[in-house]
């Protein structure tokens, strides 16, 4: 047999004819729909959905069985009835016509195939396979997760000078916990302005020719400014570029995405946010401590613990009265002060407490302890930043948990 010819057609404004009134007519109806095509559909009943389309005014019906001439006009064809002798005798008209018809129920007679087809963005990739249509889909999804984990490349070589920016927030750090919304905006970017904890594994797979602009932001090394990085985002979009912000976390968690994005507004420029996975709940996970937990917690609260000058603090009076999972970023210079402020102001010093560095990366640890012993502990083990400190009794159900957790 001879290889087929693949083919895309432009159906815009052209008359389509789908014979049969089921579900698979339906769904060939649909996918007509989407091309602008105009749909006469021939059936004595139809389904549900075609019937929703006829009321919306979206297709023609002719509510009859078919019939010779039903045809007239129409480039294309679909056979989707469930009587074989039927589609039969629609896909031989359509020969002795020089239509172009497809055999819903019979590949092997069909001059034409529907493939199974994946659309991400501009891309349609359409996969035909022997006539063999599970495996023709198995195959597509496959190839549809990669365009839409932006595994594959989508970036365009000649694009349309309209700039954007897409503050993404990139997970706690392994770079498996990006959302596939900001891997594929990453896999299209014309630059990435980087801060120090975003997934920087992610930066190994970008294509040569984008740009890396390091913006820093570690605890006390801030390459460029917070309006230098908003006038920089700001700049890039306006000269027509797709920037990605690429943040640790989720930008809106302790992560001045929302000054960025009131930058961009200011400027007029176009601007997507992304939520990331935050470190405030996915590094305790990682540790396998649960920050709420049926009969220990039901409420957890996430503090900074930086501040920029002395005194400038939380207000422990509050927080160590507050109930439930105590959750600190910024805080590992700070954790005497973390110590001092809830035990000074009533928190028990049995308190359990845990301290992960560099969750769900491949040097993460865990040092545990209480409000009376994890500072000596700390200091002992020389923990560093960057590091969540929690607090609280779900410290404890990770013991429970050691055995079946497994990080990423
Ligand atoms: C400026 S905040 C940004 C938080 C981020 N936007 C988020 O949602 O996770 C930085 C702090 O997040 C915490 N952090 C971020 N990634 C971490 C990781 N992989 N392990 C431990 N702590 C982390 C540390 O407390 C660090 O000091």
Request: glycine residues 10%; aromatic residues 2%.
């Amino acid at each position: 047999m001879s290889p087929t010819y693949p083919l895309v057609l432009d159906l815009d404004g052209r008359r389509a004819v789908v014979v049969g009134g089921g579900p698979v007519g339906a769904r060939r109806t649909t996918g007509l729909l989407e091309a602008g095509a105009i749909v006469t559909v021939v059936a004595p009943a139809l389904c549900e959905d075609l019937a929703v389309l006829v009321d919306d005014g979206r297709l023609t019906w002719l509510p009859r069985e078919y019939a010779e001439g039903d045809l007239a006009g129409a480039w294309l064809v679909q056979a989707a009835t469930a009587d074989a002798e039927v589609n039969a005798t629609v896909a031989a008209d359509a020969e002795r016509a020089g239509i172009w018809c497809v055999r819903a129920d019979d590949a092997r007679t069909s001059a034409a195939w529907t493939p199974a087809t994946a659309r991400v963005d501009d891309i349609t990739v359409a996969v035909s396979a022997s006539r063999d249509p599970r495996r023709a889909r198995a195959v597509k999804d496959r190839i549809a997760v990669k365009l839409q984990t932006g595994e594959l490349p989508l970036r365009r070589v000649r694009r349309k000078r309209t700039g954007h920016v897409a503050l993404v927030g990139g997970g706690p750090g392994d770079p498996g916990l990006i959302t596939t919304r900001g891997r594929r905006l990453l896999a299209d970017a014309d630059v990435v302005v980087v801060d120090r904890l975003a997934p920087r594994a992610l930066l190994d797979e970008l294509d040569p020719e984008v740009e890396v602009i390091e913006a820093g932001k570690g605890p006390q090394a801030h390459t460029l400014s917070q309006l230098e990085i908003n006038d920089l985002l700001v700049e890039r979009a306006r000269a027509g570029q797709r920037v990605v912000r690429l943040k640790g976390g989720d930008p809106f968690v302790f992560g001045r995405g929302a000054e960025e994005a009131l930058a961009c507004a200011e400027a007029g420029i176009p601007c997507e946010v992304v939520p990331g996975v935050t470190s405030a709940v996915a590094v305790p996970a990682a540790a396998g401590i649960p920050v709420t937990h049926r009969g220990v917690t039901r409420q957890f609260t996430v503090i900074s613990a930086h501040s920029a000058h002395p005194g400038e603090g939380p207000d422990w009076a509050s927080l160590a009265a507050v109930e439930g999972t105590l959750v600190f970023l910024m805080g590992v210079s700070q954790l005497p002060l973390v110590v001092e402020g809830l035990r000074a102001h009533g928190r028990s010093p049995a308190t359990p407490v845990a301290v992960i560095e560099r969750g769900t990366l491949a040097d993460q640890r865990t040092t545990t302890g209480t409000l009376e012993t994890i500072v000596a502990t700390a200091t002992e083990r020389g923990v560093r930043s960057p590091a969540v400190i929690i607090v609280g009794e779900v410290v404890t159900v990770a013991e429970e948990l050691a055995t079946v957790v497994r990080r990423p």
